[in-house]
Nanobody, 114 residues
Framework: QVQLVESGGGLVQPGGSLRLSCVVS????????MVWYRQAPGKQRELVAD???????NYIDSVKGRFTISRDNAKHLVYLQMNSLKPEDTAVYYC????????WGQGTQVTVSS
């Protein structure tokens, strides 16, 4: 089974920054569209950003201009740089591919609070 291991979350004040990382144990990583999702307490998991194998990116409106998704195909890593964080960004963040693997990693908790 492919492993998805997210890291980089933490507690940050509003306006702060975090960089999330996700390593994927799959030799086919470089051809996947990779995605970041998040799930806030009491809410459904939502897609935040995606990146194609060639590096074309898409974002939901609420994070445009603040978040940047990137990838390192050689290291099987996908990143999410998050700047100007807001309390509403508080959630557990997960990486996956499109189409989704049949499972999720443990996620990484991001808490934005003063």
């Amino acid at each position: 089974q492919v492993q998805l291991v997210e890291s980089g979350g933490g507690l940050v004040q509003p306006g702060g920054s975090l960089r999330l990382s996700c390593v994927v144990s799959d030799s086919m990583f470089s051809i996947y569209v990779m995605v970041w999702y998040r799930q806030a307490p009491g809410k459904q998991r939502e897609l935040v950003a995606d990146i194609t194998s060639r590096g074309i990116t898409n974002y939901i409106d609420s994070v445009k201009g603040r978040f940047t998704i990137s990838r390192d195909n050689a290291k099987h890593l996908v990143y999410l740089q998050m700047n100007s964080l807001k309390p509403e960004d508080t959630a557990v963040y997960y990486c996956n591919r499109r189409p989704l693997f049949g499972h999720w990693g443990q996620g990484t908790q991001v808490t934005v609070s003063s």
